[in-house]
Structures are given as C-alpha cells and as structure tokens.
C-alpha cells in the first residue's frame, strides 16, 4: 500500500512482487525505484549490526540491543521514514515469528547481514537485513489452514512457523519449529509439529525434520492438539547446546490440555526431554509468543496459563524453573519442575472448591458435551458484563475509577491466563517480573521461588511473603485494591469495564540516569508503564505515557487487545542514545486485524509533564500499517523493523 507523508522505496524480485499482488498489495511505483547504486551501498559498506538470535534479543528477553550506534535521541530527530516493506512470502498476515539477525555470514550472494523470516505458510527467507533482497527461500511443507477451530475470531490465513527460531551463531544454524501437514489436508488433526535446522547461509536443511514428539508421566504431545507459540531458546551449559521450546494447547479451558517442554540436542540433532506439566488439566504455556527465559545456569523459567495445580505435578497459573539434565553414561536425558511460585488456583478465582479427585481422572461434572464445545485459546475472553457488579474508587494518582465485576465462566477453570505474557528476569538483581492478565507484577526471587502449596494459598499473604517485594498493579492504577487479596475473587475486575491484561515481556533496561534497573510494561486499553526496580527486586512507579492502546474501542467494554508490544537500544549506557520503540494497535485486534501505530519514546528524560516524551509517532505522518498482535520490532543498525499483518516487514531507517 502506498505510504502516505514519507517517501520510501520497496526492493521485490520479480517473483515476489507476484505472491505480493496475489495477496491484495498495491505496489507503487516509487516503491520499486530502488537504484542499482544504492543496492552497492548497502551491501558493500562495513557492517553495523549485532546479532538478533532469539525472540527479545536474549535469553533473558530483555528486548534491548545496548550496541546500537546510529539510532538515538539527537538522530531521530531528523526523523525517520519507512524505506521498505520486506515481503514475507505465502501468507496474507506474513510472519508471527519475530524476525532474527546474524551478521556477516558468507552466501552465494557474498557476505551479508542475513535476516530469516518464517512465514505463516511455511515459506522461510532469507534476506540482506539492509534492504530486504533476497538471498535465499524454502519451503517447509504445507501449512495447517486457518480456521476457528484453532482462533475463533479466524485471523490467520495458515498456522504454520508459528513460533520465533532461535540463531546458533557458531555454527549458523537456525532451528526454527513449524507446523506441517504432512497428508495435505491442511487439517490441526493430523498436523504435526517438525523441528526445522537450516544452513543461515543458504537455507538449506541440515538433516530431514524432526517431529515433536513424546511422551510425559501419562500424556502424550501428539494426543491433542498444541499450539507450539512460544519461542525457542538455546543454552550451552558445561559445553553441551541444547534448544528448547514449549506449547500449549489449542483448548486451552478444557479436559486433554496440556503444557509441554521439550529439549533438542544441538550435538545429535535428536529430541532428547519431553516434560507434560499437568495430566491433561491445562497449564499451556504460550506467553503470547514469548519465549522461555534461560538464566546464566541454563536453568528455564516459564509462566503457564489456565489449568489445575496441585503444587506437585500439576502446575497450572504458575511461574516455574526447569532444569535439564543431558544424557550421560546411558542414562536418558531429563526435564523438570526444580522450583515454582504461584498467586492462586483457577478453581479459587471462580469461587470453586478445589477438587478432592486425583489430576488424572476427570472432575466430577465435565461431561463429554462440555468437551466438545470447548473453545481455542481467547475463546473466554467475552465474559458477559449485563450483570455486573460496579465498585466506584479513587487511583493512587487521585484520580476517580469504576471497577466492573463481570459474571465469571464456570467450569474446571476460567480463561484467568497468568501466563499471557513471558516473565522479566533481571539476572542481575535475581530477580523475575511476572505478570499476566491481571496486569499484576510479581517480584519472584529467581534463587528461591518459594514452593507453592495448596495448603499456602489458603493464607495469600505468606505466600506472597515468600517474594521478593510486594506485588504492584504494573499496567495500571484501579485504585486501592490489594494485589494480593485474601480472596482472589477480588481480582475479577475490569478497571473501567476495560481490560489491562498485559501480553508484552517487559522490556529490561538500567537507567544510567535513575543507576537502577527499569522496565516498561503496556498493558491492554491502558498507557506505557515505565518502573524504577531496586536491588532487592521492589518495583517503583516512574511515568506513564499519554498514548493509549486500543484507543478506538477503548470505553466500550471490554475494550481492545492486546496492548503495546515494545524493544529498545541504546549505545553502552550512554542515556542520551537510550530509545524504546513499541506498536500498539488502534482497534481489537483480537476481533480483528487493525491499523497499528509506532512510536519511538525517550525512556529515560520524561517530558516537562512527567509523562514519557515521545520522539517520533507514525500518527503525525499518516504512515499506516496493520498491526501484528504479538510481534515486537527489532532495533538493529540504525534500521527499526516491524512485522506487520499486511503480509510483510516495515523497515525505518533515519532520514538523510
């Protein structure tokens, strides 16, 4: 589509701007002006890019690039304008995956700074991460079609390399899992998720796909259907590399549900662990596309969804820490649950009690036809509001607020989701952030997380006393409601009869100019949230933005999905070259695919006002694009990159 206020140019083979066409595009001519000079340019000038292995940026997901020289405060001044739209091939909505880096890898092309993007369809490339040329494509094998089955608002057109890849740069493989329908059927049946190892240079497969399979205690992976959203990640711990990956399931809120870790060995290429976290009682993990944290000891920390826990083998809404254990003198590799913390039990939300049946029998009243309409995940997010309850209060900020309680769902358990968004660990400090649809944050000790019993969530504030500060409201401020209430029932509130759940990672950076940690946070309907983190892990309220997410529908209860999802960069801990750069939708785009908008803020001065001084808003230009639920840009060599769900990925770079 033709941009509006900016100019800009758009490099496509002539193959590519084929598929673009098929796919509905407008393709100006401006867009194909692309000069032979400037192509030279671009690829003969010295690298500037730092490697973008893996979803956020780094194992700890801190969604911060500290070694970025071009982009800053002084340099956005002069603004910045989409140069490109990188086609991402096969799919309408283009790429879930968040797109990876590795600089200055040899090709047949000679030596570039590859970007992979995994499409939808199966369709992964490789292109020249300055401009967006292709360098290589291959297909992995037919994709599942989209259907309600799996979304019921029927978003995406194909569910196929769903989750972000993880970069191994010293061998410069990408290990990327992707959903195959090996019988051509396109059906979620009988598709089945492969681990995909790829040449970054070429593209081509080191050895043939691997399935995802296994089984844990009584669950087998390929029982139900998963949804294999949350990213990869790649440890080396005493020399020995190890991917891992986790999954959900497609109905995510009723019987057959199920959270799984797996472990890949780089060495053999072979699936090595496979750890179910309940009997078939939920706890998925998904995180909205995030990954599983991996700390400095290799240890894995995860947030699972809704599901049953009993403090043993049944984890659901938890925050756990796996271990893994490699294969050694013929024993056989293990996964494990070592450590967990969690707030309080789906059945305590709903005003159930908990069940007195073992984890692997069914509970008493779920019938069969209560399975057969569960829904996908999101499916509980219309909890009916004609008769709620409505509790008039006063913010920390003196600011009036209504909170509506809203009728829950009933059954095994609600669609409460703690695990809607990945954990912030700040190794440094030991310390984990998590937080989910309540847009609660949790300080959680990352050396001890305290071990959850049913016997401690009868008595919430000793369970809470086993954090490392007091939870906080983190993306916004209903008033005063104690986060961590003797009921948890008292949670079940929309602030203003909107959501504030919050699916984005918070983003980790150390504030040269505050000498602390922070995090930014930007929940649903609600503004950017920035937090000042001390040594000992207690969050403290800094700034907010003016910008809301969702701003359309935001007021007409529940309002919109799924906030802000945000990255930044900086050069060192120069505070004057700190930026943080976040989409955020206009509309719902849970319901539907919207108009999205970027902005580019100054985390670190505030603006005379207090709030969070924006430097760039693609709002003042008339830049349009269709917001990617899930998918936070990439900051790297003075270029800003945005997936978005028009099929492609928005460059930006400073203008000359």
Not at 53 to 70: C, I, P, V
Request: glycine share 10%.
């Amino acid at each position: 589509m033709p941009l509006m206020g900016d100019s800009a140019t758009l490099t496509i083979t002539a193959s590519d701007s084929g598929n673009y066409l098929r796919h509905g595009f407008r393709i100006s001519l401006l867009f194909l002006a692309v000069t032979a000079s400037s192509l030279a340019q671009s690829t003969a000038a010295p690298s500037i890019m730092v490697p973008w292995l893996t979803r956020s940026a780094d194992n700890s997901r801190s969604g911060w690039n500290s070694h970025e020289t071009q982009l800053s405060q002084a340099s956005l001044m002069k603004g910045i304008v989409r140069a490109t739209i990188i086609p991402v091939i096969g799919d309408a909505r283009g790429m879930e995956a968040q797109p990876l880096i590795l600089p200055g890898v040899s090709t047949a092309l000679g030596t570039r700074d590859v970007m992979v993007l995994p499409s939808m369809a199966n369709v992964v490339r490789g292109v020249d991460a300055h401009d967006g040329s292709s360098i290589w494509q291959v297909n992995l094998g037919m994709p599942v079609n989209g259907s309600t089955q799996i979304d019921m608002h029927n978003i995406n057109q194909h569910w196929g390399c769903l989750s972000t890849g993880v970069i191994d740069p010293d061998t410069q493989r990408l290990y990327q899992v992707c959903w195959v329908s090996a019988d051509g059927s396109g059906s979620p049946q009988t598709a089945r998720y492969y681990m995909h190892v790829l040449k970054v240079a070429d593209g081509t497969q080191v050895v043939p796909p691997v399935m995802i399979q296994g089984k844990s205690g009584t669950q087998d992976f390929n029982a139900d259907m998963r949804k294999q959203r949350s990213s990869l990640v790649e440890t080396n711990v005493n020399g020995v590399k190890t991917v891992f990956g986790c999954s959900g399931s497609i109905f995510e809120t009723g019987n057959g549900a199920d959270g799984f870790c797996f472990a890949f060995d780089v060495a053999t290429n072979q699936l090595t662990a496979m750890l179910s976290l309940t009997a078939g009682q939920g706890a998925g993990v998904w995180m909205a596309g995030q990954g599983a944290v991996a700390g400095p000891d290799g240890s894995l920390y995860v947030l699972t969804g809704n599901g049953d826990f009993d403090g043993a083998s049944q984890w659901g809404e938890s925050f756990l820490k796996l271990k893994y254990t490699p294969p050694s003198s013929g024993k056989a590799a293990s996964l494990a649950v070592v450590d967990h913390w969690t707030p309080w039990t789906d059945y305590a939300r709903t005003g159930q009690k908990q069940p007195a049946a073992s984890a692997s029998t069914r509970v008493a009243g779920d019938s069969a036809a209560a399975e057969a309409v569960r829904r996908p995940v999101n499916g509980g997010m219309n909890v009916p509001l004609k008769n709620a309850t409505l509790r008039s209060m006063v913010n920390d900020q003196g600011v009036p607020t209504v909170l509506v309680y809203p009728q829950m769902a009933t059954g095994n358990w609600s669609d409460e989701d703690w695990g809607a968004a990945g954990p912030a660990c700040i190794f440094q400090i030991g310390v984990c952030i998590a937080t989910g649809k309540d847009g609660i944050g949790y300080p959680i000790k990352t050396a001890n997380l305290g071990g959850t019993t049913l016997k401690d969530l009868s008595n919430p504030k000793a369970n809470c006393a086993k954090l490392a500060a007091l939870p906080v409201w983190l993306t916004m401020s209903p008033g005063p409601v104690d986060p961590c209430p003797a009921n948890p029932q008292t949670l079940n509130f929309f602030p203003w009869g909107d959501t504030a759940h919050l699916h984005m990672t918070p983003v980790q950076f150390f504030d040269p100019a505050l000498n602390s940690w922070t995090i930014f946070a930007w929940g649903e309907n609600a503004q950017l949230h920035k937090w000042k983190i001390d040594a000992t892990g207690k969050p403290t309220y800094v700034a907010e933005s003016h910008e809301y997410a969702s701003v359309d529908v935001r007021g007409t209860p529940p309002g919109g999905m799924p906030g802000g999802f945000c990255s930044g960069s900086s050069n060192g801990a120069d505070p004057n070259s700190a930026i943080l750069v976040c989409t955020i939708p206009y509309g719902d785009a849970n319901t539907n695919v919207v108009n999205g908008r970027l902005l580019v803020y100054d985390p670190v001065h505030l603006a005379p006002d207090g709030s969070l001084k924006v430097l760039w808003d693609s709002q003042q230009f008339a830049i349009t694009f269709l917001f990617n639920k899930f998918n936070p840009p990439v900051i790297d060599g003075g270029q800003i990159y945005v997936p978005n769900y028009n099929g492609g990925v928005d460059l930006y770079r400073l203008v000359q």
